[in-house]
């Protein structure tokens, strides 16, 4: 995982295009807000919360558990009175998070940034996708979803964030692609039936709960079926949850491909 300040970092050289202010922060949804707590760099979001009292009313009315969290940053920090230390501190606050904000903002340019592409055959290798019922869950802007629907019978992409749902509806219009729906949800909130699905894929998507995630997904999966967990780390960044799912808990086996500097993982079992 990256330190507070080396994903800001990250983030810059990723997005270089991308222009961040503070209203962009009005994007944000719910389940997004609830995770900020573990995300902001203090100190940084104390100031741009003083700065833009329109953004502290926002996160408060969307998501009212918030408050307690940006109360005590704000008397933990003092106010900051250089104009240019201001701007500074909002900007390293906002590229701190701004994945989530581009999710919402630019979902066009998060799905354009191919680091690691996977291949179909690193998927149809665990097992086939032919005629089956699949699920891309977390799916983003739904790589894994448009990868997998020529082969599918049936893909449902599964996605909290609003625009990049919207995205994907649009991009499937506007490739013919008529085998894959669009659903709201999430990891450790997936709305399908028991035992529906043959195959259920996930792409950089799981461990914001994972211990729930993890028991979620086998309820939707038939018995017999397949989990499918796509990962890439860099290779001085441990997987957090490497052990957790070889662990005896989840019997996950994993495949490991990679160079010096990216690796990419693929978890897999049957349930």
Same mark, same amino acid.
């Given at each position: 995982m990256y330190s507070q300040m080396q994903y800001s970092k990250r983030l810059r050289e990723l997005f270089p295009e991308v222009i961040l202010h503070a209203e962009?922060?009005?994007?944000?949804?719910?389940? =997004?807000?609830? #995770?900020? $707590?573990?995300?902001?760099? =203090?100190?940084?979001?104390?100031?741009?919360?003083?700065?833009?009292?329109?953004? *502290?009313?926002?996160?408060?009315?969307? #998501?009212?558990?918030?408050?307690? +969290?940006?109360?005590r940053i704000l008397e933990e920090n003092?106010?900051?009175?250089?104009?240019?230390?201001?701007?500074?501190?909002? =900007?390293?606050?906002?590229?701190?998070?701004?994945?989530?904000?581009?999710?919402?903002?630019?979902?066009?340019?998060?799905?354009a940034l191919n680091k690691i592409k996977w291949d179909?055959?690193?998927?149809?290798?665990?097992?086939?996708?032919?005629?089956?019922?699949?699920?891309?869950?977390?799916?983003?802007?739904?790589?894994?979803?448009f990868l997998v629907a020529p082969f599918a019978q049936t893909v449902f992409a599964?996605?909290?964030v609003t625009? +990049?749902?919207?995205?994907?509806?649009?991009?499937?219009?506007?490739?013919?692609?008529?085998?894959? #729906?669009?659903?709201?949800?999430t990891l450790d909130s997936i709305p399908l039936p028991d035992q529906s699905l043959d195959v259920l894929i996930t792409s950089n998507a799981i461990g914001w709960n994972i211990s729930d995630e993890l028991r979620e997904l086998e309820r939707v999966i038939k018995s017999g079926g397949h989990a499918i967990h796509l990962l890439q780390s860099d290779? =001085?960044?441990?997987? $957090?949850? *490497?052990?957790v799912m070889i662990s005896s808990s989840w019997n996950y086996s994993c495949f490991q491909d990679g160079d010096d500097l990216k690796m990419k993982l693929r978890y897999y079992k049957t349930t």
């Open positions: 962009d922060l009005l994007l944000l949804e719910t389940f =997004q807000i609830k #995770y900020l $707590p573990d995300r902001v760099a =203090q100190k940084e979001f104390a100031t741009l919360l003083c700065t833009s009292p329109v953004v *502290h009313r926002f996160l408060i009315t969307k #998501y009212p558990p918030i408050d307690s +969290f940006l109360t003092s106010t900051v009175g250089d104009e240019d230390l201001i701007e500074e501190q909002c =900007q390293e606050a906002l590229w701190e998070i701004a994945d989530l904000i581009i999710f919402n903002k630019n979902p066009e340019l998060f799905d179909i055959s690193e998927i149809s290798s665990i097992t086939s996708l032919e005629g089956k019922v699949v699920a891309d869950v977390g799916a983003g802007s739904g790589r894994i979803a599964v996605e909290p625009r +990049f749902r919207t995205f994907m509806k649009e991009k499937a219009v506007r490739e013919g692609v008529n085998n894959l #729906y669009v659903m709201d949800g290779m =001085q960044n441990e997987n $957090p949850f *490497h052990e």
